[in-house]
């Protein structure tokens, strides 16, 4: 920068504040300076400018999975809203990977995030990484809620969702079986199940879960062969599986097709299949989808209106929120 100022022939100080605030400069000065980065192709070190400040105008943004829809459309959210707002969103995907997480993690640190908005990996996360990084940095989390770590957490209820679903399954048809992986990447997971367990309790119905193999966020490749696993032991005897989320159920439709089964309502029909999430694919599944929709506008605009909230407070860890949405139960042709 200090090249520049000597070759343009404008002073430091006033570069710099052009840099941070275009308009705070006068108007024949800001053409004196735009001409001058034309000529010179001049380009601001915003990495090493951050350097002299406490916190810059950035807001980290970290997803588990980017290549997920689901995470994909509720990071656009999230961006759209910081832009709006008038902030950087930067935007990571930790790809399923714990080491990847904390990397990002110290990434943002030496950055100097405003606020950061994480959708952690959950049983995978370095629990303490996460606790230290946001005792030093504003940080709300969303979808996976782990260990009350963050200043808040914003998601959805899945108590309520599950109990909902639940209630639609049996009032509609058989009771509903359970269908999850062995091994849970997200913590979710844990709770529909256990929401789960109480609903069908309540209803007076006899539970049933259907565990199976796989680890990892290839949910579609998971589900259609644990779906052939299961239908070979016969395990599922009630006509209507309730699957964790979305991406399994995308799965074991396609284990059923491939078996020849019809999924749907009324005569000719061999099984019934719900999920979770509403999934942005899974309107477009044969047949389509019923499942519970999160509300993608609601639990990003709370996520940053915390946050923002959070930045301007030197108290932001004395008390920890959470806040939860009800989902919505959308009724399609699979069940």
């Given at each position: ?188 997971v844990n709770r529909r199940r256990n929401a789960y367990l109480a609903a ?54 396609s284990a059923a097709f491939q078996r020849g089964l019809r999924v749907g ?45 959070l930045m301007d407070s030197d108290d932001r860890l004395s008390q920890r ?15």
């Open positions: 920068m200090e090249e520049f100022a000597s070759l343009s022939g404008i002073s430091r100080p006033t570069l710099s504040k052009y840099f941070h605030d275009p308009e705070s400069v006068r108007h024949t000065t800001r053409d004196r300076i735009e001409k001058a980065l034309e000529e010179h192709d001049y380009q601001p070190n915003i990495y090493a400018m951050n350097q002299n400040r406490r916190t810059t105008n950035h807001i980290g943004i970290v997803v588990p999975f980017l290549a997920d829809p689901f995470f994909a459309e509720i990071a656009r959210n999230l961006e759209q809203r910081c832009i709006a707002a008038g902030f950087s969103p930067i935007l990571f995907s930790s790809h399923g990977a714990p080491d990847l997480e904390v990397n990002i993690l110290d990434s943002l640190r030496s950055q100097k995030p405003a606020g950061v908005l994480m959708a952690p990996l959950g049983r995978a996360s370095d629990k303490a990484h996460i606790e230290r990084f946001s005792r030093d940095i504003p940080t709300v989390l969303f979808d996976s809620s782990i260990g009350g770590l963050g200043a808040a957490f914003v998601g959805m209820d899945n108590g309520q969702s599950m109990r909902m679903l639940v209630d639609y399954l049996c009032d509609t048809g058989t009771a509903p079986q359970f269908f999850e992986m062995e091994t849970a990447v997200n913590p979710n069908m309790e309540a209803r007076g119905e006899p539970a049933s879960i259907v565990k199976i193999e796989g680890d990892g966020w290839d949910f579609e490749e998971i589900g259609r062969r644990g779906g052939h696993a299961a239908f070979d032991a016969g395990q599922f005897k009630s006509g209507t599986i309730l699957c964790s989320n979305d991406r399994l159920a995308i799965g074991l439709l309502r009324g005569e000719g029909a061999d099984i019934r299949v719900a999920g979770h999430d509403d999934h942005p694919f899974s309107k477009f599944t044969c047949p389509a989808l019923t499942t519970v929709s999160q509300d993608y506008d609601r639990i990003s605009g709370k996520s940053l209106d915390i946050l923002l909230g929120q959470e806040v939860l949405f009800d989902g919505i139960l959308i009724k399609r042709e699979s069940a």
